[in-house]
């Protein structure tokens, strides 16, 4: 699944057609794609992993999904685009294997900017403040919530929790106030870093932990396990991450 970092590079290779008037739309979406015929594209904008073509009165949100994909200004061979618009000159928006829907809301009412690890507007203390009214969720669900952490996925989850070394299956509400806050200072810092990699074509050589089998610290092997509410796998060391628990209470 693109993870944040991913779509706001979409967003950037695609920002050049805001402004642009829709001359064709289609694609084998169940959405009524003429509605965007004729309408000009104001703005190209992102929150997490769902990429926003905002249009006078209402929205399209894509999302990719776990194998989703795009092409600009081309189309993918043996593909059958799920939504497709053109605009003057040749130029194209292809999306592939996609989530398409109309929002009709203004998207300022649907989206909170500040939950976006990407954003200019992301506010590290109200994240905090969300982890800390789920005390007995696990680090592991935690840091994939879109609510708490827009545009977190299992690559940045399994990295981050290896940096700050903790053990996935830690809860939140046991983290010392520190780690909390490295926890969500990292994950901001890490979805840049990997928007770095990403746009550098080295972002697999960065990974310590995701897909990895030995600890590149401890030189013994990771642990590969599907955890918490998600379900997602997760890479992680049983010596150097450390399992915060709350403390046993006796009735």
Known sequence: MPEGPSIQILREQAAGFAGKVVRRAGGNSRIDTARMVGRRLVAVRSWGKHFLLEFEGFAVRIHLLMFGSYRINEGKEGASPRLSLGFAGGKELNFYTCSVRYIEEPLDTVYDWSADVLSDAWDAAAARKKLRAVPDTLVCDA????????????????????RIRVHPLSTVGALPAPKLR???????????????????????????????????????????AHLGKTHRRSFFCENCQQRYEAPFELS
């Open 143 to 162: 840091l994939l919530d879109q609510t708490v952490f827009s545009g977190v996925g299992n690559i940045i989850k399994n990295e981050v929790l290896f």
């Open 182 to 224: 490295e926890l969500v200072a990292q994950a901001r810092q890490y979805s840049f870093d990997f928007l770095a990699w990403k746009k550098a074509f080295v972002l697999k050589q960065h990974w310590l932990a995701h897909t990895k089998t030995i600890c590149p610290r401890c030189d013994i092997p990771f642990v590969k």
